[in-house]
């Protein structure tokens, strides 16, 4: 097996997690972060914008996965490299855009099961 491969499938996964909050945003009409946005990765694209960049973005992890190399959903390293790349993407994006839109933020079961402050 070619490790370059493993590298592409790993990417290729980045790629096609990386489109999906883009194209629902956009699809759904609404403005997101993008790479065109100002300022860089925190200002919001159209959803026009975003809808391009999402298909762009699954453009790119289909012909990384499925024009390098013989990938197969069966290969057990094929899926660990494609779903890692998924995996560290998609915790990265709920980290980076939560700040932007509450999803970082205790939930109110985690905030009632906290003693309050004491004003001693």
Do not use: D, K
């Not at 919001?44 to 012909?63: D, E, I, K, M, Q």
């Not at 197969?72 to 980290?95: V, Y």
């Amino acid at each position: 097996m070619n490790w370059l491969w493993l590298v592409s499938y790993f990417f290729g996964g980045v790629f096609a997690v990386n489109a999906v909050p883009h194209f629902v945003a956009g699809t759904m009409g609404r403005s997101f972060q993008s790479p065109f946005a100002h300022p860089l990765g925190q200002g919001l694209s159209s959803a026009t914008v975003n809808v391009l960049w999402g298909f762009f973005n699954t453009a790119v992890g289909y012909l990384l996965v499925a024009h390098v190399g013989a990938f197969h959903p069966r290969a057990t390293s094929h899926i660990l490299a494609f779903g890692l790349g998924a995996l560290l993407t998609g915790t990265f994006s709920a980290r980076h855009f939560g700040q932007f839109h509450g999803g970082n933020a205790p939930s109110n079961s985690e905030r009632t099961q906290c003693p309050a402050p004491s004003a001693h």
